[in-house]
Nanobody, 126 residues
Framework: QVQLVESGGGLVQAGDSLRLSCAAS????????MGWFRQAPGKEREFVAQ???????????DYADSVKGRFAISRDNAKTTVYLQMNRLIPEDTAVYYC????????????????WGQGTQVTVSS
């Protein structure tokens, strides 16, 4: 069973950038579709982005509309790590960001994923 640990969150100002990392261990990283989700206070967890096993586009949309053009997901299978580069951050991006792994094709719903990290807080001030 793969285990996931996120890092890279923090407090930034609107317009700044952050890169989140998610280190995986205990499984065959290259066999997992990887995703990022986020959950803001009082809201449901929502899809942010996902990337296929090889890093090419999946059947599902790669990015939520709210982050398309600003965020970029990538993975390094040799380092068993998935990244989320977040640019032009806005206050509405404030949330706990979770990394998730699925041994299938993933998807835009939380229940599409099997394994979750503990989350990392991102706070964007205006």
């Amino acid at each position: 069973q793969v285990q996931l640990v996120e890092s890279g969150g923090g407090l930034v100002q609107a317009g700044d950038s952050l890169r989140l990392s998610c280190a995986a261990s205990g499984g065959t990283f290259s066999s997992y579709t990887m995703g990022w989700f986020r959950q803001a206070p009082g809201k449901e967890r929502e899809f942010v982005a996902q990337i296929s096993r090889t890093g090419r586009s999946t059947h599902y949309a790669d990015y939520a509309d709210s982050v398309k053009g600003r965020f970029a997901i990538s993975r390094d299978n040799a380092k068993t790590t998935v990244y989320l580069q977040m640019n032009r951050l806005i206050p509405e991006d404030t949330a706990v960001y979770y990394c998730a792994a699925d041994n299938g094709v993933g998807g835009p719903r939380s229940r599409d994923y099997d394994t979750w990290g503990q989350g990392t807080q991102v706070t964007v001030s205006s």
